[in-house]
């Protein structure tokens, strides 16, 4: 083992059913860098997380750390000796305190052990965020605070382990840019103390800013290793997805039609007012604006999800008092949420059944499915969108981020839908299914569809949108056409 690496994996190699997941990996990670895992969703980044955090074990390979040869067969293991993993999904109670939070099972106690020292755990967990150079009551509640103060007091948790290598996987997935800046802060003040840092993100411009070094994962083997000051951008991707990108947000613009769906004085009190905006056929509004804008809150209640107090919907002229998602679908207008494990698939339910879900009763009329139907129905969806399954049996919640993605939207193609909103489309999935997805988005509005795009993705909104909408607080404060439009003035309209 070179000088200064704390972690060697050797030929790691991971099989699962059909499925090579790691094909003889290798990977390193000296003291005080930050090395970057990238690669599509589905190229093994996870399975080798899982591997090093003592989750999974490799069917062959080693892992060295510290100079030594070592097996984790649980993640408690794999905590005490010093590697710690903040996922995307924070492993945290929410009515416990922070203090209690870092410390849970590892008191320090009083009296001859009796007692919890309650005075010691909040003394020590803020010391942690003095370390941190984070302000906070360690008294607070975890339901309490911002997902940005959750991932803090994650991070707190990982040091009061004693931790050597902190993985975070997607940390900045939910965050606004003021917090992505704070993270990057403390980041840095781990590498300073000499902490190996694992950092995945599909975000590829935070490599360039945060990483000392990248490996690139694809299908399982290992496709590139590089210094991130001698690597460009279009040279990961290439490496990520076997091919080259030249434009990620496309568009082939088309001339609008009729006006499909008409919002006007939509009003829900507390959350938004006073909303009025439009969608014609063959055209992409976006919608831009900080977290908690209220872009989400509109949407859902436009599908009938959410109630609103005031305020009228029209789809195709004709106006409706009352949404709900079942009328909704009737009209034709689909939705595809933000966040599409919990609220746009059934995971534990196969890729046939999550497909065919919305339109059994369309398709089905007389109430008896007709199995042979169905699956010509299904194996055709998933040729069309080339969803990377073993099976339509497969359940879901084993399918990559992007590909469930996919699935999502093969149940709303299926019942043939004229209006589409997408929340936050592309979020969390690589770059390669990024690129797909927008060819997806191009070919409903070539084909006619109207669609609603939310994305915090600035590049992203403005590159696929005709008309942006900007939010602040609940109400729309400014409209841009694609010609206005640029970073700079959505964020000013933004921030206000």
């Known amino acids: 083992m070179e000088k200064n690496v704390i972690l060697e994996l050797e030929n790691i190699t991971k099989i699962y059913p059909g499925v090579v997941a790691l094909d003889s990996v290798n990977f390193q990670l000296r003291e005080g860098e930050v090395h970057v895992l990238s690669g599509e969703n589905g190229a093994g980044k996870s399975t080798l997380i899982k591997i090093l955090s003592g989750a999974e074990q490799p069917d062959y390979g080693s892992i060295i750390y510290q100079g030594k040869k070592r097996s984790f067969k649980y993640a408690y293991e794999a905590q005490r000796a010093g590697i710690a993993t903040i996922y995307q999904e924070f492993n945290l109670i929410p009515e416990l305190s922070i203090a209690q939070n870092i410390y849970l099972g590892r008191e320090p106690k009083k009296l001859l052990g009796t007692f919890i020292d309650w005075k010691k755990v909040e003394k020590q967990a803020q010391a942690l965020f003095d370390m941190l150079g984070v302000k906070i009551d360690v008294k607070t509640k975890v339901v309490n605070l911002p997902v940005s103060k959750q991932q803090m007091v994650e991070i707190a948790k990982a040091l009061s382990l004693d931790s050597k290598v902190i993985i975070f996987d997607e940390p900045t997935s939910t965050l606004t840019d003021d917090d992505i800046v704070k993270l990057f802060e403390i980041i840095k003040r781990l590498r300073e103390k000499k902490i190996g840092i694992i ?30 000051k001698d690597i460009d951008m279009s040279k990961i991707i290439t490496e990520m997805v076997g091919r080259k990108i030249d434009k990620q947000f496309a568009r082939d613009l088309q001339k609008p039609g009729k006006e499909v769906l008409k919002v006007e004085g939509f009003t829900s009190k507390g959350v938004f007012s006073n909303i009025n905006f439009s969608v014609r056929e063959r055209e992409i509004v976006g919608f831009s604006g900080l977290v908690g804008s209220g872009r989400t809150e509109v949407m859902r209640a436009v599908f009938g999800i959410d109630k609103f107090d005031s305020g009228s919907l029209h789809f195709y002229g004709n106006k409706v008092e009352k949404s709900d998602p079942l009328k909704s679908v009737k009209l034709k207008l689909a939705f595809i949420p933000e966040d599409r494990k919990s609220e746009g698939t059934c995971l534990n339910l196969n890729i046939r059944d999550n497909i065919i879900l919305a339109s059994m009763a369309s398709i089905f009329k007389s109430g008896i499915i007709n199995l042979h139907e169905e699956k010509k129905l299904v194996t055709q969806a998933i040729k069309d969108l080339d969803i990377k399954t073993p099976s339509m049996q497969q359940k879901v919640k084993f399918l990559s981020g992007g590909n469930q993605q996919k699935v999502v939207l093969a149940k709303w193609l299926l019942t043939k839908s004229k209006i589409f909103i997408f929340d936050e489309p592309t979020r969390g999935i690589d770059v390669g299914a990024k690129a797909e997805f927008h060819k997806l988005i191009n070919l409903l509005v070539k084909e006619g569809a109207g669609v609603i795009m939310i994305s915090s993705e600035m590049p992203e909104v403005i590159g696929m949108s005709d008309r942006i909408f900007v939010m602040k607080e609940g109400t729309i404060v400014q409209e841009f056409s694609r010609e206005e439009a640029s970073q700079e003035k959505i964020l000013k309209a933004a921030i206000g």
Request: charged share 35%; net charge neutral.
């Open 199 to 228: 950092y995945i993100s599909h975000r590829l411009e935070e490599l360039f800013e945060i990483g000392d070094r990248v490996t690139v994962l694809r299908d399982g083997k290992k496709t590139g290793h590089h210094n991130i």
